[in-house]
């Protein structure tokens, strides 16, 4: 029972952060849709039974179990995951991801962060985090090699002058391609 409540507030605090985040670089579609199916029975009813609150319940349940049925059905439904995108029969198996989930993305990973480190979070955590991760992600070298300059400038300049627009349109432009922002990533 304790777990219910406490994973509930865990989940509405990581939308509602990620939701600032996203109005922040003018997404708040984005932000708003972000990570509903969490509240379904296939991936709530596993989070509270592996809930940890400083990490992720999937991670826990794919340790014991060996994988994770809410992994699954969270990654088949949420684009601003990269593993959303892979399809090892396509011509690239990790292709470009549009401009609106990887700034998704973003917002995700850098809220994810603040609420899982809480006292502990500084600028340089989530840079920290990701040059491990990095290496293990199957992610497209492009948009990873944003995500390394993104959160650089975190750990620089901090989140409220790295999360504009501009800048992350400036930065998907410079790695990805400026052909990526138009047709929602159709070259
Ligand atoms: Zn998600």
Redesign the pocket.
Same mark, same amino acid.
């Given at each position: 029972m304790k777990n219910i409540i406490k994973h509930i507030i865990l989940i509405t605090k990581h939308k509602w952060l990620v939701f600032i985040f996203c109005c922040k670089i003018g997404i708040p579609f984005r932000g708003f849709m972000? @990570?509903w199916?969490?509240y379904s029975p296939t991936e709530f009813l596993e989070s509270i039974k592996y809930y940890k609150g400083d990490r992720s319940p999937i991670v826990e349940c794919k340790k014991i179990e060996g994988y994770s049925k809410a992994w699954l059905h969270?990654?088949g439904r949420?684009k601003?995951?990269p593993e959303y995108w892979v399809d090892e029969t396509a011509p690239d198996s990790t292709p470009v991801m549009p401009y609106k989930y990887v700034a998704e993305m973003i917002c @995700?990973k850098l809220a994810a962060c603040k609420i899982y480190n809480g006292k502990n979070f500084t600028n340089s955590s989530e840079l920290e985090y990701w040059k491990k991760k990095r290496k293990e992600s199957r992610i497209n070298k492009k948009v990873s090699n944003m995500l390394t300059e993104v959160f650089t400038q975190v750990s620089r300049q901090g989140i409220n002058a790295t999360l504009t627009k501009k800048n992350i349109k400036e930065l998907y432009k410079k790695h990805c391609g400026p052909e990526y922002l138009l047709g929602n990533g159709k070259k």
């Open positions: 972000h @990570d199916s969490k969270h990654k949420n601003h995951h @995700d």
